[in-house]
C-alpha cells in the first residue's frame, strides 16, 4: 500500500511535512503505524508536488535514499503540496513513472490502496477510456488507470469530488475488496475518498492538512470515516460520510 499527503495554507517548508514531524512521511516510509491489507514499509518510490506550477519530484527509490531530498525539502516552501510514498502491490513495476503524484496540468493524484483482481476486474471500466488514453498509461498499474479515469471526468469539467466520487463507486462494484483512497488537489481545493485505508485530517483557521497517518500528536488530528469524501481548502473542511457503501 502506500502513504499519501495533501497540504493547502501559507507556505511552509517541505520539511516541516516530510522530515520536521516525528511521524512525518519520510518515517511513514520505513515505520508506518496503520497499513493494511498487505505490506510493512514504503519503499517502492516516492514523489512530491507543489504548487502555484505545479512542480513534480519523483523517484523509484526509498525516500529516505534519496541524498539530495532533505536540502530540497528545507529550502523550497509552498502553500499547496501533494506528497506520497509507495509499497508497490506485488506484480506492480517499481518504476519513477509508477510513483504518485500523477500530474496533468493543474492537478496532482494519489492512490492508497489496490485494486483487486487486477487487470480483468477493471476491463470493463478501463473500456470507457480512450484507446489513446489507455496505452499511453504513465504506468501499467492499477493508481495510474485510476488516475486516467479521474483526468478523464477533470477534462470534461467536474470538479474534484465529481471526479473522484464516481470513479470509486465504478471501480468498487467491478472489484470488491478494492482499497481506494483516493487524494486529488489542484492548489486550491482537496478532495479525497476513505475506502479500505485510513485517512485524518487537521485543520486549522487558515490550513488543511489530509493525510494516511497522523504526523504528530497534536490532539486537532481527526479521522475520516470510511466510505468518506473529504473536501476541504485552507478555510473549510466538509466530510461527506456514507458516500460508498
Known amino acids: 500500500m502506500c502513504r499519501h499527503l495533501a497540504y493547502l495554507g501559507p507556505p511552509v517548508p517541505l520539511s516541516r511535512l516530510l522530515f520536521d514531524p516525528p511521524h512525518g512521511l519520510a518515517h511513514q516510509s520505513w515505520a508506518p503505524r496503520d497499513m493494511r491489507g498487505g505490506g510493512t514499509i514504503n519503499a517502492d518510490g516516492f514523489g512530491l508536488g507543489w504548487f502555484p506550477v505545479p512542480v513534480v519530484y519523483r523517484s523509484a527509490r526509498p525516500l529516505w535514499s534519496d541524498p539530495a531530498l532533505p536540502s530540497l525539502a528545507a529550502t523550497t516552501s509552498s502553500g499547496a503540496v501533494l506528497a506520497a510514498v509507495r509499497s508497490a502491490t506485488v506484480g506492480m513495476p517499481v518504476t519513477e513513472s509508477a510513483a504518485a503524484p500523477f500530474h496533468d496540468g493543474p492537478w496532482l493524484f494519489s492512490h492508497n490502496g489496490r485494486v483487486d483482481g487486477w487487470p480483468d476486474s477493471v476491463a470493463g471500466v478501463a473500456a470507457e477510456l480512450p484507446v489513446r488514453d489507455l496505452i499511453t498509461l504513465d504506468a501499467p498499474t492499477d493508481s495510474a488507470l485510476l488516475w486516467a479515469l479521474v483526468r478523464a471526468r477533470l477534462r470534461t469539467g467536474a470538479s474534484l469530488a465529481d471526479a473522484l466520487s464516481p470513479v470509486v ?77
Open 169 to 245: 463507486s465504478l471501480v468498487a462494484a467491478a472489484a470488491p475488496g478494492s482499497r481506494l483512497n483516493l487524494l486529488l488537489t489542484d492548489g486550491r481545493s482537496i478532495a479525497a475518498t476513505v475506502h479500505g485505508h485510513a485517512l485524518s485530517v487537521l485543520s486549522t483557521a487558515d490550513s488543511v492538512l489530509v493525510a494516511s497517518e497522523p504526523l504528530d500528536d497534536d490532539p486537532g488530528w481527526r479521522p475520516v470515516p470510511e466510505c468518506s469524501l473529504l473536501v476541504a481548502d485552507a478555510s473549510a473542511v466538509h466530510i461527506s460520510e456514507g458516500v460508498f457503501s
